[in-house]
């Protein structure tokens, strides 16, 4: 625990992420929780659902939302140095979301596509020639190049990104999990990567180029980010963007992998592969959950919410709802959303907080995927280990034997 005297992690959020057993399978668990009613309140007060009816409707409503200074209380009890829109509501969201979302266009993800397809035939080439973990030589390089690309970050700086990025990934989980070093490591990420981004930017200014920092430097219509803002906008592009990428690539192969008749599928239809990468998205999300804030008081599902009162949305609980997806909710079916009319997951959101990065986590993960299984492929471990990270769900490695 981070701050002592605190109630334990179960007392607040109605289980244990620390337990090993709910790090391999943390849907076992949800099952429990969804089993004691649509929403349920913790020890210490927290709402918690495993609902898809009730997550869907809380990320739509807009009297939920991210308290004003920052703090949630048991969740998150010191405010970030830099917010980014992620956590903000209108009209400060609606401001930064719409000048970001310029800038960041489903076009420009589009033009990627063949960088993307050369780089995982070059991350992929060593695999020939022994073992290989896909999350260190694949998953992870392969968003950070892109991602380093399109800001404009110098080749030789994109090493220094992966402990800024470990760090800042494993401080979106809630302060209370997280040991006093990590804290403070997550602190001096913030720090030295907004240094390093404040003179990119001044640079940027000054000469723009072709590349995503130039264009976030720029103004529209008399309106620009400020400095805050755009430095609190590249640590979401590197942390939301990349670590879902990360997790995308880990977890699908690996649910492929134990799943030879979905795999046997996977390969035989390359053309389906962007349908595929959403039964992958359902089945095991990069994001968990995440919480939101009553910003008055509230009726949900009948229950008085208290305006400040914190509703846990269990996103990967969510997505396996049997009264919304009958059809064997806990199994891979990449057939799945061949059907128009199945819901959409939540992997990404819904509302004004869907995740803007989402089309280009879809053609990396999609691109590394068919990749990766054009090569003969077998797991070389039957336990992966995980990673410390909570919110964030994805392997620490994953080891694979491919077969020239």
């Given at each position: 625990?981070?701050?002592?005297?605190?109630?334990?992690?179960?007392?607040i959020?109605?289980?244990?992420?620390?337990?090993?057993?709910?790090?391999?399978?943390?849907?076992?668990e949800?099952?429990r929780?969804?089993?004691?009613?649509?929403?349920?309140?913790?020890?210490?007060?927290?709402?918690?659902?495993?609902?898809?009816?009730?997550?869907?409707?809380?990320?739509?409503?807009?009297?939920?939302?991210?308290?004003?200074?920052?703090?949630?209380?048991?969740?998150?009890?010191?405010?970030g140095?830099?917010?980014?829109?992620?956590?903000?509501?209108?009209?400060?969201?609606?401001?930064?979301?719409?000048?970001?979302?310029?800038?960041?266009?489903?076009?420009?993800?589009?033009?990627?596509?063949?960088?993307?397809?050369?780089?995982?035939?070059?991350?992929?080439?060593?695999?020939?020639?022994?073992?290989?973990?896909?999350?260190?030589?694949?998953?992870?390089?392969?968003?950070?190049?892109?991602?380093?690309?399109?800001?404009?970050?110098?080749?030789?700086?994109?090493?220094?990104?992966?402990?800024?990025?470990?760090?800042?990934?494993?401080?979106?989980?809630?302060?209370?999990?997280?040991?006093?070093?990590?804290?403070?490591?997550?602190?001096?990420?913030?720090?030295?990567?907004?240094?390093?981004?404040?003179?990119?930017?001044?640079?940027?200014?000054?000469?723009?180029?072709?590349?995503?920092?130039?264009?976030?430097?720029?103004?529209?219509?008399?309106?620009?980010?400020?400095?805050?803002?755009?430095?609190?906008?590249?640590?979401?592009?590197?942390?939301?963007?990349?670590?879902?990428?990360?997790?995308?690539?880990?977890n699908?192969?690996?649910?492929?992998?134990?799943?030879?008749?979905?795999?046997?599928?996977?390969?035989?239809?390359?053309?389906?592969?962007a349908?595929?990468?959403?039964?992958?998205l359902?089945?095991?999300?990069?994001?968990?959950?995440?919480?939101?804030a009553?910003?008055?008081?509230?009726?949900?599902?009948?229950?008085?919410?208290?305006?400040?009162?914190?509703v846990?949305?269990?996103?990967?609980a969510?997505?396996?709802d049997?009264?919304?997806?009958?059809?064997?909710?806990?199994?891979?079916?990449?057939?799945?959303?061949?059907n128009?009319?199945?819901?959409?997951?939540?992997?990404?959101?819904?509302?004004?907080?869907?995740?803007?990065?989402?089309?280009?986590?879809?053609?990396?993960?999609?691109?590394?995927?068919?990749?990766?299984?054009?090569?003969?492929?077998?797991?070389?471990?039957?336990?992966?280990?995980?990673?410390?990270?909570?919110?964030?769900?994805?392997?620490?490695?994953?080891?694979?034997?491919i077969?020239?």
């Amino acid at each position: 625990m981070a701050t002592t005297g605190m109630p334990g992690a179960r007392a607040i959020l109605g289980f244990d992420p620390s337990d090993a057993a709910f790090r391999a399978d943390p849907y076992a668990e949800y099952r429990r929780l969804a089993e004691a009613g649509t929403l349920t309140r913790t020890e210490v007060g927290l709402w918690v659902t495993a609902s898809y009816r009730l997550c869907e409707s809380v990320l739509r409503d807009q009297r939920f939302g991210h308290r004003p200074d920052g703090r949630d209380g048991a969740w998150r009890r010191s405010a970030g140095a830099r917010r980014s829109f992620l956590t903000m509501d209108p009209p400060d969201h609606t401001r930064l979301r719409r000048l970001v979302g310029r800038a960041f266009t489903p076009r420009l993800v589009e033009r990627l596509r063949p960088r993307v397809e050369e780089l995982v035939d070059d991350l992929l080439a060593p695999a020939a020639h022994g073992p290989f973990d896909l999350i260190g030589e694949l998953a992870y390089p392969l968003p950070v190049i892109i991602i380093s690309e399109l800001l404009g970050v110098p080749a030789e700086d994109r090493e220094r990104f992966r402990g800024w990025s470990d760090a800042l990934a494993r401080g979106l989980d809630p302060d209370f999990l997280l040991p006093a070093d990590d804290l403070a490591r997550r602190e001096e990420a913030r720090e030295e990567f907004a240094g390093y981004f404040r003179d990119l930017a001044a640079r940027r200014r000054a000469e723009p180029r072709d590349d995503l920092l130039s264009a976030l430097t720029a103004s529209y219509d008399g309106e620009a980010l400020t400095e805050a803002e755009l430095l609190a906008t590249c640590v979401l592009l590197l942390v939301a963007g990349h670590e879902t990428t990360v997790n995308l690539i880990g977890n699908g192969a690996l649910a492929l992998l134990r799943n030879p008749e979905q795999l046997a599928r996977f390969r035989a239809r390359p053309e389906r592969t962007a349908v595929a990468v959403e039964e992958l998205l359902r089945y095991d999300p990069p994001v968990q959950f995440t919480v939101r804030a009553a910003l008055e008081d509230v009726e949900l599902d009948g229950t008085p919410i208290r305006e400040g009162e914190l509703v846990l949305l269990l996103i990967g609980a969510a997505n396996r709802d049997p009264s919304v997806f009958p059809e064997r909710p806990g199994e891979l079916d990449l057939a799945r959303y061949e059907n128009a009319e199945t819901a959409r997951h939540l992997a990404f959101g819904l509302g004004i907080h869907y995740c803007l990065g989402a089309p280009l986590a879809r053609l990396e993960g999609g691109v590394a995927l068919r990749g990766l299984f054009e090569r003969d492929v077998e797991l070389a471990t039957a336990a992966p280990s995980y990673r410390d990270n909570v919110v964030l769900r994805g392997l620490a490695a994953l080891p694979l034997a491919i077969r020239a």
